[in-house]
């Protein structure tokens, strides 16, 4: 046999690479049209890296998230620490800084598997009919705490429904299902990451598709960027480049305020010379003016105000250490405190503090911040300051403080 009797190899072709993990014209139920102007980039590769972060992002935002609501609402088992001070401030930065990334990081992963939601068969078995469910429960549920949470950094609530109670409840749907698309999508997941993202950059056209590395470079410049614009509410080096911080150290004092005594309705009742705190320990009582409890020793503390909606300021605080206030009128022997508000409505017109931030040394019944007397918005004529609780726990316009039996 010479050489021209011997078989010429058979051609193969290979698709690019950065067409490997791209659905094909034929895959998909849509327009042949449509489907040749699909790029490169919306692909498992990209879809996999960017769902890797995104799922870190929302694991970081669940987490914390579950923490803010166990501080507010505790359960029975729940315990949390007085210090260090900063520690609800990071929590809860964490919380509202993690959300945000996570909205430009949804948005590239959905562009990247747009067109997969339309891939033969629509329906299929049951496991490819669990996927489908679990992508549209948690496409929903995610869009949902987003939004609402983004809402809310800016005490802005266009909607009937009570934010708490059913952010929290969400947060449980979107987190489980991310788990259950995560177990059914790890195999496709695992395949995508075994190959290089941009080993080959897309092909031009006139279309001008991006490469996936592109849209990675993108993905990432924009959750740094939508983190840094939200941060500077809780990170001072920040401040001034957060421009969508909606609470930056604004306000009276240097400290925002979320609501004022005229929202309250206490203004009156707070400027009363006729005003007095009650403290009840067990049988005993004993009620103060304001100059008396000014005649008290005064202890000096630096506790950050820190807020549900992601802000927070560093703060200079004196009055009396509580658990001295409390020794005023009786022997304290454990258990929880109660802090009445002069306001006789809201959500939050009372508080219990737990005794692990009853006896701690940083937990005040503040008369003065910054080096000044109490601004009225802030709480005059005394309020509650504690470490590593959240702004609305830190009860204004104090009333009354009762050791609960």
């Given at each position: ?13 290979k698709p690019p690479a950065a067409h490997e993990d791209s659905p094909h014209e034929s895959e998909l139920l849509l327009p042949g049209v449509v489907t040749e102007k699909i790029s490169p980039a919306r692909s498992a590769a990209v879809a996999s890296r960017v769902g890797i972060v995104l799922g870190i992002a929302i694991t970081i935002c669940f987490v914390t998230g579950l923490i803010s609501h166990w501080v507010q609402h ?63 429960v948690l496409v929903g549920s995610m869009i949902f705490q987003l939004v609402t949470g983004l809402f809310n950094t800016a005490q802005n609530y266009p909607w009937e429904f009570f934010f708490t109670t059913t952010h929290y409840a969400m947060s449980y749907v979107a987190f489980g299902a991310l788990a259950v698309h995560l177990a059914v999508k790890l195999p496709v997941v695992r395949a995508a990451l075994a190959r290089p ?209």
């Open positions: 046999m010479n050489e021209h009797d011997r078989a010429a190899p058979v051609p193969t072709t505790p359960p029975p088992w729940f315990w949390w620490p007085a210090n260090p001070v900063w520690l609800y401030r990071l929590t809860q930065g964490a919380h509202v800084v993690s959300g945000v990334v996570a909205i430009p990081l949804l948005l590239v992963k959905l562009w990247s598997v747009f067109p997969r939601l339309f891939a033969r068969p629509l329906i299929g078995s049951p496991l490819r009919l669990l996927e489908r469910g679990s992508i549209a993202a941009a080993g080959s950059e897309s092909p031009p056209d006139d279309a001008g598709v991006a490469s996936r590395r592109g849209v990675l470079v993108a993905a990432g410049a924009a959750a740094v960027v939508a983190g840094v614009a939200i941060a500077g509410q809780s990170v001072p080096l920040l401040r001034r480049v957060s421009v969508l911080a909606p609470r930056s150290g604004e306000g009276p004092q240097g400290l925002p305020v979320n609501r004022t005594a005229h929202q309250a309705g206490v203004s009156e009742e707070a400027r009363d010379a006729e005003y007095r705190l009650e403290v009840i320990v067990g049988d005993l009582r004993r009620q103060f003016t304001r100059a008396e409890l000014a005649a008290l020793p005064q202890t000096e503390a630096e506790v950050p105000l820190a807020c549900v909606e992601g802000w927070s300021v560093s703060a200079h605080w004196s009055g009396i250490r509580l658990r001295d206030l409390l020794a005023a009128v009786g022997e304290y022997r454990g258990g929880d405190v109660e802090f009445r508000s002069l306001e006789q409505s809201g959500l939050y017109n009372r508080s219990v503090l737990p005794q692990s931030h009853v006896v701690d040394s940083s937990t005040l019944v503040a008369l003065r911040l910054n080096g000044e007397e109490l601004d009225l918005d802030h709480g005059y004529p005394c309020r509650l300051i504690a470490p590593t609780r959240p702004g609305v726990l830190q009860t204004k316009w104090l009333s009354a403080i009762e050791v609960r039996a």
